[in-house]
């Protein structure tokens, strides 16, 4: 075979490899976008929830996240805002909660689970 046929074709095969992972770089950097944004819309509602406001949001914020999240973070969410438990087990959910999210968006590597507590800015009480 021709060394320019042989040249020729690697070229043609690194260009649509390239072009592959671009692709797959772009979809996965817009799905993160997508669920960052839901992960605001319900965190914002959880916010307005906790500091005793009635949040119409709550509901869609909560049924959209069983769409984007993976397994974890919905068991997390359902644990710490739908069955029945005391204010400190509620803290508790709701940190481990919080940890689900930043692990399925990439920022708890670094995270302790022993340390981490997270509290709306704003309110009073702790969630």
């Known amino acids: 075979m021709d060394h320019s046929i042989i040249v020729a074709l690697i070229t043609i ?3 649509v490899i390239v072009f592959a992972l671009s692709k797959y770089h772009e979809i996965a ?4 976008k997508e669920k960052l944004a839901h992960y605001k819309v319900l965190l914002s ?16 914020a909560f049924n959209t996240i069983t769409l984007v999240a993976p397994q974890a ?7 710490s805002e739908m069955e029945p438990h005391s204010a400190e087990e509620h803290e508790k959910l709701f940190n481990k909660l919080i940890l ?3 692990k399925d968006i ?3 590597k670094r995270d302790n689970s022993k340390t981490f507590n997270f509290y709306f800015i704003g309110k009073k009480t702790k969630p």
């Open 13 to 15: 095969l690194g260009t």
């Open 100 to 102: 689900e999210i930043r």
């Open 45 to 60: 509602s959880l916010s307005d929830v906790a500091g005793g406001k009635t949040n119409a949001n709550f509901a869609l």
């Open 106 to 108: 990439g920022l708890a």
């Open 29 to 32: 950097t817009e799905w993160k």
């Open 73 to 79: 973070v919905i068991e997390a969410l359902i644990q």
